[in-house]
């Protein structure tokens, strides 16, 4: 065998390896991308998550304030109606009285409670989702890594071959 066909063996190897090198990396940074849009995803759900948990809590203090519009009237309308039947609102009646009163305020808290319930379940939801979203950041580096070590071994598999 002459050097002139050495040559273009070893050539024809080497456009073979950039060709393969080419191809193993093309489809390492589409992998990594598709990762890093999955990574991406899990951000805007943690962003979503971390909303709808600031609504709930805006919420639970909008129903709270209505419960206790509500209560405040149910109140004064009992009061009404004790003093509209001559009753006097002391003793008995007052005590009725105390006692819807806390149960109007419980139930206010109540709103509340559930309220700050709702909100801890989306703050942990978006909790997750960035650790989702870490673990893909973290998955898509090891991919490009990998990919690389990948071809640079294919190049040195190569380079080995050509000169043997």
Same mark, same amino acid.
């Given at each position: 065998?002459?050097?002139?066909?050495?040559?273009?063996?070893?050539?024809?190897?080497? &456009?073979?390896?950039?060709?393969?090198?080419?191809?193993?990396?093309?489809?390492?940074?589409?992998?990594?991308?598709?990762?890093?849009?999955?990574? =991406?995803? /899990?951000?805007?759900?943690?962003?979503?998550?971390?909303?709808?948990? !600031?609504?709930?809590?805006?919420?639970?203090?909008?129903? *709270? *304030? =209505?419960? %206790?519009?509500?209560?405040?009237? *149910? &109140?004064?309308?009992?009061?009404? !109606?004790?003093?509209?039947?001559?009753?006097?609102?002391?003793?008995?009646? &007052?005590?009725? &009285?105390?006692? %819807?009163?806390?149960?109007?305020?419980?139930?206010? %808290?109540?709103?509340?409670?559930?309220?700050?319930? =709702?909100?801890? !379940?989306?703050?942990?939801?978006?909790?997750?989702?960035?650790? /989702?979203?870490?673990?893909?950041?973290?998955?898509?580096?090891?991919?490009?890594?990998?990919?690389?070590?990948?071809?640079?071994?294919?190049?040195?598999?190569?380079?080995?071959?050509?000169?043997?």
């Amino acid at each position: 065998m002459n050097k002139m066909d050495l040559g273009v063996g070893v050539f024809s190897q080497l &456009l073979g390896w950039a060709a393969k090198f080419a191809g193993q990396y093309q489809a390492t940074q589409s992998r990594s991308n598709a990762i890093n849009e999955q990574a =991406r995803a /899990y951000e805007f759900n943690a962003a979503i998550a971390q909303q709808n948990s !600031q609504l709930a809590i805006q919420s639970a203090a909008s129903d *709270r *304030r =209505r419960q %206790e519009r509500i209560s405040k009237l *149910r &109140l004064s309308s009992k009061a009404g !109606q004790f003093l509209k039947s001559g009753v006097t609102l002391s003793g008995s009646p &007052l005590a009725v &009285l105390g006692d %819807e009163a806390i149960q109007e305020a419980l139930a206010a %808290e109540d709103i509340t409670h559930a309220g700050s319930i =709702r909100a801890a !379940q989306h703050q942990n939801t978006g909790a997750l989702q960035s650790f /989702y979203a870490q673990q893909a950041r973290n998955q898509s580096d090891n991919v490009d890594s990998q990919g690389l070590q990948k071809a640079g071994f294919s190049l040195l598999g190569t380079t080995l071959k050509a000169f043997n």
